[in-house]
């Protein structure tokens, strides 16, 4: 009779072992875990998000009035679009109170439909009429950075949005940099206010709604302010209104590496605040600052380098800023829009690497050397090499078994040599030949 009842205590152990596993299995999948975990994780598309301004419109803004074609739809996968910049913010729908302008939205919703991506509603910039300030300067114009003036015009706002397309848009962020006045001027209390009361309006619409916090921007010339923002934020208990914490890690002109130690203390704020269990989105980054890109070859490494290191450091989704905007420094396509560059390219190369592979954590040696390693299916290993700072002999150890080497141009050779030369551009070395 002990001994019966030693096997059903073994057995109920490992029951409750292998649900912990699969528990743990399925919440991986829904943020991005550290090393073990991050192993065993296939890298989900969602990975790969992006910013279209003028897919569904020429524009309305003063700047943008030259621009007659609308964007035709970008020739690389990803799969979600952020609408920010989008011309769908508050004061796009409702520029009047009550009189709504749901048209681009439409559109933009039904191509995203169409395209089968995801869309990221930002909401919030309060048209001039319901703003607390409406004569404040914002970058979109007077009024639009201030909260409103009534929390009834708020509360309206997100349930019409929410009510119309429940089923169609899953995904809401609660504001866009609530650290720079140039979008919110109001105080971290009037953004909880917010937060929660869109919060609780959007989960009445419809449970199944994900609602991502204020994003916070880190901008490398202001310092660590958004850091800052995050952890006042979270400290007054931000993160009980939002299922992912969502943050723009901007690091300037700075090299890739740079994401790292910036996302790690965003993920050690979290969880000094009991929220280190949520994913972590980077709802928007690229190349800022005044310096641009020298070279096409040091703009496609960015984006590379950049997805690779996100995910890497804990993010489970990031959203490049931008597809379509001739302003940023590095441009994805030509003039006309439609003609891919070269970061456009190896943009489309790094979710072809990534999606669907299980990548251990990436190691550096004495070089600076950066190795990450991929495994799929069926015995597939590949290691994505590159070295941030100069151009080095690489030696391939003898276990790689290395066949194929893919460059972020999509060109692929097959190679049999000890060893190869390597330099900032990352090269995918796979055991296996197409």
Same mark, same amino acid.
């Given at each position: ?47 790969f998000g992006m910013h279209l301004h003028r897919v569904a419109t ?16 970008p020739a690389v996968p990803f799969a979600t679009w952020r609408l ?179 996302? =790690?203390?965003? *993920? $050690?704020?979290?969880?000094?605040? +009991?929220?280190?269990?949520?994913? /972590?989105? %980077? !709802? ?128 692929? =050779?097959?190679? *049999? $040599?000890?060893?190869?030369?390597? +330099?900032?551009?990352?090269?995918? /070395?796979? %055991? !296996?030949?197409?």
């Amino acid at each position: 009779m002990i001994r019966s009842n030693k096997s059903v205590l073994k057995f109920l152990m490992a029951l409750l072992l292998a649900l912990v596993t699969v528990v743990g299995c399925s919440n991986i999948n829904w943020g991005r875990a550290n090393g073990e975990q991050a192993s065993i994780t296939p890298i989900p598309e969602t990975l790969f998000g992006m910013h279209l301004h003028r897919v569904a419109t020429t524009g309305t803004f003063e700047s943008d009035r030259k621009i007659k074609n609308l964007s035709p739809w970008p020739a690389v996968p990803f799969a979600t679009w952020r609408l920010m910049a989008a011309y769908v913010e508050w004061f796009e729908l409702e520029p009047a109170q009550g009189q709504w302008n749901f048209e681009i939205l439409d559109k933009s919703v039904a191509l995203a439909e169409e395209n089968n991506v995801e869309i990221l509603l930002p909401l919030g910039l309060s048209p001039r009429w319901a703003s607390a300030r409406p004569d404040e300067r914002s970058v979109y114009g007077p009024g639009k950075a201030a909260e409103p003036e009534n929390i009834e015009d708020w509360r309206n706002y997100v349930r019409t949005v929410a009510n119309r397309y429940k089923g169609r848009i899953r995904y809401y962020e609660l504001w866009n940099e609530a650290n720079w006045n140039d979008f919110f001027t109001g105080t971290i209390e009037k953004m909880l206010e917010l937060s929660r009361e869109a919060y609780q309006v959007l989960k009445e619409v419809d449970p199944e709604i994900v609602v991502v916090s204020p994003s916070a921007a880190n901008l490398a010339f202001k310092g660590n302010q958004g850091l800052i923002w995050l952890d006042e934020y979270l400290a007054k208990g931000g993160g009980d209104y939002a299922d992912v914490i969502g943050y723009h890690f901007y690091i300037n002109v700075h090299p890739p590496e740079r994401f790292v130690p910036v996302i =790690r203390q965003a *993920r $050690e704020i979290m969880a000094k605040y +009991g929220q280190g269990d949520k994913p /972590l989105w %980077n !709802t928007e980054a690229g190349w800022l600052g005044d310096q641009p890109v020298r070279s096409d070859e040091q703009a496609s490494a960015f984006v590379a380098r950049g997805y690779i290191l996100n995910w890497d450091a804990g993010v489970s989704r990031f959203y490049w800023y931008s597809w379509d905007n001739r302003r940023t420094t590095v441009p994805m396509v030509e003039a006309d829009r439609a003609t891919l560059r070269p970061a456009a390219i190896a943009y489309g190369e790094t979710y072809k690497w990534l999606v669907g592979a299980r990548m251990s954590p990436c190691t550096t040696n004495a070089e600076k050397t950066w190795t990450c390693k991929l495994n799929r299916d069926r015995g597939y290993t590949g290691w994505i090499v590159w070295n941030p700072e100069r151009q080095v002999t690489f030696e391939l150890p003898e276990d790689w078994q290395v066949r194929q080497i893919r460059d972020l141009n999509g060109g692929n =050779r097959n190679w *049999r $040599e000890p060893k190869i030369e390597i +330099g900032p551009s990352p090269l995918l /070395l796979e %055991n !296996t030949a197409s």
